[in-house]
């Protein structure tokens, strides 16, 4: 059983978009936020998620989404360096930086 962990603890930092340059805070509902809230891009840096142990760094660009009705919104994000596609759950109700719904639906509609 292969089993996937997800890390928390000394991994929900801010951090600087890699794509638009805004600023983005911890996420506030004791999750991490592995996105930008405002553009929608990620980085690639996880194995596993939240482990933040992948090296490749490169800039994970939205290409999809999703609804789950376990999870919520999941955007789906594809690596521009190496091709890998993860899935992150969207960020709409944290209270201090939402994700942009705008994004979103955008996001949905080019699919």
């Avoid at 939205?62 to 955007?75: A, L, N, R, T």
């Amino acid at each position: 059983m292969s089993g996937r962990r997800f890390t928390v603890q000394g991994t929900n930092n801010a951090f600087t978009c890699g794509h638009c340059g805004a600023e983005v805070l911890p996420l506030q509902n004791g999750s991490v936020r592995n996105h930008c809230p405002h553009c929608l891009h990620s980085k690639h840096v996880d194995i596993q998620p939240g482990d933040r142990a992948c090296d490749c760094h490169g800039l994970m660009e939205p290409v999809g989404v999703e609804q789950s009705g376990k999870k919520g919104w999941i955007i789906i994000h594809r690596c521009r360096l190496c091709g890998f596609t993860g899935r992150n759950k969207a960020a709409l109700g944290d209270p201090e930086q939402p994700d942009d719904w705008n994004a979103l639906v955008a996001l949905s509609a080019r699919h």
